[in-house]
Nanobody, 126 residues
Framework: QVQLVESGGGLVQAGGSLRLSCEGS????????MAWFRQAQGREREFVAA????????RYADPVKGRFTISKDNAKNTAYLQMDSLKHEDTAVYYC???????????????????WGQGTQVTVFS
């Protein structure tokens, strides 16, 4: 089992940057693919980015391509989401999630992820 704790959210002006962290505890964190989802008020939780257990593969949702970068440091049991050129529409609660998967396939589907963090709020103001 893996426990996930997100940090790094906050209030930022449009055009600015934030880096979210997701620290995992428990056995075999390195064996997990990691993802970030977000949920804006009144909307469904949506896929943002995901990375394979080794970091060799990554996928991004179209709205964040070229602006967000997902990474994973297995030595630190931590996944990151670097968010640049933030827009007002990026405002949401951001959740990290883990999927035990020892291949390079990266899922964009919520149901494939077994463990979730509690979420961290990101608010982008104009």
């Amino acid at each position: 089992q893996v426990q996930l704790v997100e940090s790094g959210g906050g209030l930022v002006q449009a055009g600015g940057s934030l880096r979210l962290s997701c620290e995992g505890s428990g056995r075999s964190f390195r064996s997990y693919a990691m993802a970030w989802f977000r949920q804006a008020q009144g909307r469904e939780r949506e896929f943002v980015a995901a990375i394979s257990w080794s970091g060799a593969s990554a996928r991004y949702a179209d709205p964040v391509k070229g602006r967000f970068t997902i990474s994973k440091d297995n030595a630190k049991n931590t996944a990151y989401l670097q968010m640049d050129s933030l827009k007002h529409e990026d405002t949401a609660v951001y959740y990290c999630a883990a999927d035990y998967r020892l291949n390079q396939i990266v899922s964009i589907h919520r149901d494939d992820y077994d463990y979730w963090g509690q979420g961290t709020q990101v608010t982008v103001f104009s």
